[in-house]
């Protein structure tokens, strides 16, 4: 079992900048592979970042791609996802998952990091609020 929280989100203004913190309850979190995710209100959940369990693979939305940095930091248990250049079409709830993934499991990050639905576990998320 692992807990999620989301810390971080808030009100800028089109072009700042903010850090999302996850931070996770577990033994095991660098086990887990991670997730941002997005929703805005009446459309579907989009998928932004994702981090391998050892932080060495990572996974970028095209829509993010160079202004978002996902990191983590196993040994607090903690997940981040900065954000630059920031737009007002990035105004969404955001979330973090996680997933255990057998170490064996060579491709998951490659074909299943982009999908919620592999996801076994999810925070209550964070707004962001961008400004024009």
């Not at 660098?30 to 932004?48: L, N, T």
């Amino acid at each position: 079992q692992v807990q999620l929280v989301e810390s971080g989100g808030g009100l800028v203004q089109a072009g700042g900048s903010l850090r999302l913190s996850c931070a996770a309850s577990g033994r095991t979190f660098s086990s887990y592979a991670m997730g941002w995710f997005r929703q805005a209100p009446g459309k579907e959940r989009e998928f932004v970042a994702a981090i391998s369990w050892s932080g060495g693979s990572t996974y970028y939305a095209d829509s993010v791609k160079g202004r978002f940095t996902i990191s983590r930091d196993n040994a607090k248990n903690t997940v981040y996802l900065q954000m630059n250049s920031l737009k007002p079409e990035d105004a969404a709830l955001y979330y973090c998952a996680a997933e255990w993934v057998d170490p064996r499991a060579l491709n998951w990050m490659t074909a299943s990091s982009r999908c919620p639905q592999e996801y076994a576990y999810w925070g209550q998320g964070t707004q962001v609020t961008v400004s024009s």
